[in-house]
């Protein structure tokens, strides 16, 4: 890889292609799901593509493919992983695809801290250069990425701080959510049962996977899946606190 690269990368774990998900698509269907992801972590949309974009990607039948095998979603659909959104009308949302690729916000704030440790120049690119065997006299204007190791911590430790928070002890169901469960006919013992098994599962969650930027939308999310699981009350929570999921599991 180069010493000073701008563009941006996707994550791909080594074991990806033997996932059964992944091990039963079509050559088509594998190339449009990369393409997918590509154009995502360019575009910054966070795993979600425009119709015409997906379109763009592959021809109907894989894109058919990587909706049956739960690799895209279409919208309307609700991802049996809480974390994963539902994508608007008119769009479609890659698989878990935050949990493994740079969000938006993480991209801009290294590109930020970038551009930022480059107007001060002096001793910080002085060092860089240094441990990355750079020519001197560049320019520090442009955005720098480090060797791939040193752009990964960057990234975790600026995605901490902007990415999101983990769930407060202090996390409530407001009246606006509780309207909106209503909505859902929910009821509220039926509500109550299902955020203690929200909580416990997400406070249960280790470092970065039990950070979220948008703790409402992740509650819908859950009650959503609690519901058309049809789950008994009293079981609600028993069988989904399963914090023991594999690195790849889709
Ligand atoms: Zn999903």
């Given at each position: 890889m180069a010493d000073r690269d701008s563009r941006t990368y996707i994550r791909v774990h080594d074991g990806m292609d033997e996932h059964p998900k992944i091990?039963?698509?079509?050559?088509?269907?594998?190339?449009?799901?990369f393409r997918g992801l590509f154009y995502s972590s360019r575009q910054r949309t966070d795993g979600l593509l425009t119709d015409a974009a997906w379109r763009n990607?592959?021809?109907a039948r894989s894109r058919r493919e990587l909706v049956d095998a739960g690799l895209a979603h279409p919208p309307g659909y609700e991802c049996p992983h809480p974390?994963?959104?539902t994508p608007p009308r008119g769009h479609v949302q890659l698989h878990d695809y935050l949990d493994w690729q740079r969000s938006a916000a993480e991209i801009a704030a290294l590109t930020q801290k970038r551009s930022e440790s480059g107007r001060k120049g002096g001793k910080a690119r002085a060092t860089r250069q240094a441990s990355a065997k750079q020519t001197p006299g560049q320019t520090g204007s442009k955005v720098e990425a480090e060797s791939e190791t040193d752009t990964e911590t960057s990234l975790r430790s600026v995605?901490?701080?902007?990415?999101?928070?983990r769930l407060t002890d202090d996390f409530t169901v407001t009246d606006e959510m509780r309207s909106w469960a209503h909505d859902q006919g929910y009821a509220d013992r039926w509500i109550?049962?299902?955020?203690?098994?929200?909580a416990d599962y997400w406070r249960a969650q280790p470092g970065q996977r039990g950070v979220k930027t948008d703790w409402p939308a992740t509650w819908r999310n859950w009650l959503r899946r609690e519901a058309e699981r049809g789950r008994p009350l009293a079981a609600a929570g028993a069988g989904a606190g399963s914090s023991t999921r594999p690195a790849w599991d889709f």
């Open positions: 091990e039963g698509l079509s050559d088509a269907a594998f190339r449009t799901f990607r592959g021809s974390e994963c959104p995605g901490t701080r902007v990415r999101g928070t109550d049962a299902a955020t203690a098994s929200f």
